[in-house]
């Protein structure tokens, strides 16, 4: 008599083992489309431009700088670099930093150096911090410590709150 294997377990349970392997293979594949298919959505939510209202919080100064009731905000993400520009401020720069999925991300950055304000002979250093939404609100608190000649002259806040305009990268056409 010959030594024949026997078919129906042996092979039942290589037949089981070849078809989870696949499985397996399939759900870790999906997982990894998945995670990275998220992540570059995640990242650039938070650039954008956003329309904003301006309410002065608090100043010491004797002629504060006015902003306009409505203004625009614009933040940029490279990398791990951010800057929000704000007409009419110097440009603040901060570092971009990873949220966790569905959770507000957080804004700060500052200028730099003192930069030119419209009042003449008056230089600020500006400020933000603050968060948007998943959903793209935006609230931020900007401060501006002014000065003449490197010397401080006063302190002026604002709160600053709206929706994203629109994204900074236009959408591709469908095909």
Aim: proline share 7%; with cysteine; glycine share 10%.
């Amino acid at each position: 008599m010959r030594n024949t294997p026997r078919t129906s377990s042996t092979l039942g349970t290589l037949g089981t083992l070849r078809t989870f392997g696949t499985w397996a293979s399939c759900r870790a594949v999906l997982g990894v489309v998945v995670l990275a298919g998220a992540a570059p959505a995640h990242a650039d939510e938070l650039a954008g431009s956003y329309a904003v209202k301006f309410e002065q919080i608090s100043t010491n100064c004797e002629r504060p700088l006015t902003y306009p009731l409505q203004g625009t905000v614009k933040i940029e993400v490279k990398g791990a670099d951010m800057q929000v520009d704000i007409d009419r401020t110097p440009l603040m720069v901060g570092k971009a930093k990873p949220g966790k999925a569905g959770e507000p991300r957080k804004v700060s950055a500052k200028s730099p150096r003192a930069g030119h304000t419209p009042m003449e002979g008056m230089d600020g250093m500006f400020s933000v911090a603050g968060r948007v939404t998943t959903e793209g609100m935006l609230s931020l608190v900007m401060v501006g410590e002014y000065q003449t000649a490197g010397k401080p002259l006063c302190t002026q806040s604002w709160n600053l709150s709206g929706l994203v305009a629109r994204p900074d990268k236009p959408s591709k056409p469908s095909k």
